[in-house]
């Protein structure tokens, strides 16, 4: 008899509990709705940015400094200065291609500034921002070799980074590429520089980066892609969209944008950079 | 949780192949770091001095580097000074000579095991340090250390994971493909599954062993 009532009050308590639970929880949520994203990080007290470490030119942690550096990283201390009045509240985590979606989603980053294509598929899992970079993708080659071209590389191993959509990209164009996909870009780069791979593949930008760390490589060939770059942000927080659109809309009126490409890419940035782009491949491209 | 299992389909032929190479590596190092394991294993309790000395070091410094660096080491090391091996027999060499420190360790505890008078006793008849071992004390020694064996073994078989890292194709690699497009949870609980076809049969077929080794020694 004892054991029953026991039972029956056990029951009632995990049932208060739960319902509790279950309002305070609508509660939060319809809280959340109302409180943008900028009090949210204000309060936290940081703005958490994912970007690259292994990107030279884009997002790049200088061995010599320790310090992370890049286009990329530039633009994410502009957008926090601007936003949140303290570029100090910019805490940069390292992605890669193959985590940095995850990241995102379950809200371990705010937005992902890291040489992202924007692909179709892409904009299924996260939001995309205006575009503000355009990528093409190249091949990087030790200087006086053969491979001149995709259709050189029948047969040939290209490294390149997993996660990414390059390895593919290049098997849509030349089916006898032999691809072979690394933990990152940096490390893609050494078996190439130790002989181990023939090429890497992915987009010009980050192999121009490569390039300048070693003078010994090129890169050659025609684009064969377009690789518009924007900044992924998680599908719940569209009012950090619209910040970083304005923001990015606001930079390259005012010249901001411009002085840093210059800065990182040594030249003016293109006047034509589209607003909105996805990835078009280019297979016809110089056979 | 949204199972997706279409990636099954469209890395099919990425998968068997991941799958064989997974297998072929893993036993191809098997055998290789058993017969490393039990050279190290005599040297280390051989009376030659420098031998001695040279097997504890190759315990000692295989035993605690991680795998990660010694493939690493292996694969941009050996290109750097200009020799270009396979990706398969980088993964061979890296996982042999990993497992061998451990198998070293557990084949020299179980010789310790067999009563030293059996050594006495067959050197004071006649056969040599090395006759001594093959006819008397390993195979002793072998049917001792089978458990633990085994489990370096299924380690062996999950390491072998490492090989994905050096962008070889192996059944994490494919399986890393896939989750770039598909749901990571469904692509990681098939990947788990594929390697559990090789490491369950492992263990039972060593359990068998060590069943009918079991009874031979009662007889």
């Known amino acids: 008899m004892k054991l029953k009532k026991w039972a029956i009050m056990a029951l009632s308590i995990v049932t208060a509990v739960s319902l509790a639970a279950c309002s305070s929880d609508k509660g939060a949520s319809t809280d959340a709705k109302g409180v943008g994203f900028k009090e949210k990080i204000e309060k936290r007290g940081k703005f958490i940015a994912g970007v690259k470490f292994d990107s030279n030119l884009f997002g790049f942690k200088d061995p010599a400094d320790q310090t992370v550096k ?4 530039d633009l994410m201390k502009e957008f926090t200065k601007r936003t949140f009045g303290d570029v100090n509240m910019l805490e940069l985590k390292e992605v890669t291609s193959k985590t940095r979606e995850k990241m995102l989603t379950s809200g371990e980053i705010d937005v992902i500034a890291a040489t992202m294509t924007i692909t179709p598929k892409r904009k299924e899992t996260a939001d995309f921002s ?9 091949l990087l080659v030790k200087k006086g070799s053969p491979i001149k071209d995709v259709k050189d590389l029948n047969g040939k191993q290209v490294g390149t980074a997993k996660g990414a959509v390059s390895g593919k990209n290049l098997k849509a ?32 930008g980050i192999l121009a980066g490569m390039a300048k760390q070693d003078p010994n490589y090129e ?8 690789e518009p770059y924007g900044v992924a942000v998680d599908k719940k927080n569209k009012d950090l969209l619209e910040a970083m659109n304005k923001f990015l809309d606001d930079t390259i009126k005012d010249g901001t944008y411009n002085q840093l490409y210059k800065k990182w890419f040594g030249q003016d940035a293109p006047k034509d950079l589209p607003r909105d782009a996805v990835l078009e491949l280019q297979p016809g491209v110089d056979g | 949780m949204n199972w997706d299992f279409g990636f099954i389909q469209e890395y099919r032929t990425e998968f068997i192949d991941g799958f064989f190479l997974t297998l072929k590596v893993s036993l191809t190092a098997l055998i290789l770091s058993l017969i490393i394991g039990t050279i190290i294993a005599i040297f280390r309790i051989s009376s030659n001095k420098a031998l001695r000395a040279f097997g504890t070091s190759y315990v000692e410094f295989f ?17 750097s000074i200009g020799y270009k091996l396979t990706d398969f027999w980088i993964g061979v060499l890296g996982l042999s000579i990993y497992t061998a420190a451990f198998i070293a360790e557990i084949i020299r505890a179980g010789i310790q095991t067999v009563p030293h008078g059996q050594t006495e006793a067959a050197r004071a008849s006649g056969l040599s340090f090395l006759q001594t071992m093959f006819h008397v004390v390993l195979p002793q020694a072998f049917k001792l250390v089978v458990p633990p064996m085994c489990n370096q073994f299924i380690n062996l078989v999950k390491n072998s994971s490492i090989l994905s890292v050096i962008a070889a194709q192996d059944i994490l690699y494919v399986g890393e493909q896939a989750i770039s497009e598909y749901d990571p949870f469904s692509v990681e609980l098939f990947v788990a599954a594929l390697y559990l076809i090789i490491t369950i049969p492992l263990s039972q077929g060593v359990n068998l062993l060590e069943r009918r080794w079991a009874k031979q020694g009662t007889r």
């Open chain 1, 130 to 138: 205006r575009v503000y970079f355009l990528a093409g993708q190249a």
């Open chain 2, 63 to 79: 035993r605690n580097t991680p795998l990660m660096v010694q493939v690493f080491f292996f694969y941009f090391g050996l290109a």
């Open chain 1, 219 to 226: 890169v050659v060939g025609n684009r064969f892609s377009k």
């Open chain 1, 173 to 204: 164009i030349n089916k006898d590429a032999v691809v072979k996909e690394y933990s990152n870009y940096a490390e893609a780069f050494q078996a190439l520089r130790g002989g181990i791979i023939d090429a890497v593949t992915t987009d010009d």
């Open chain 1, 70 to 73: 890049g286009f990329e990283v």
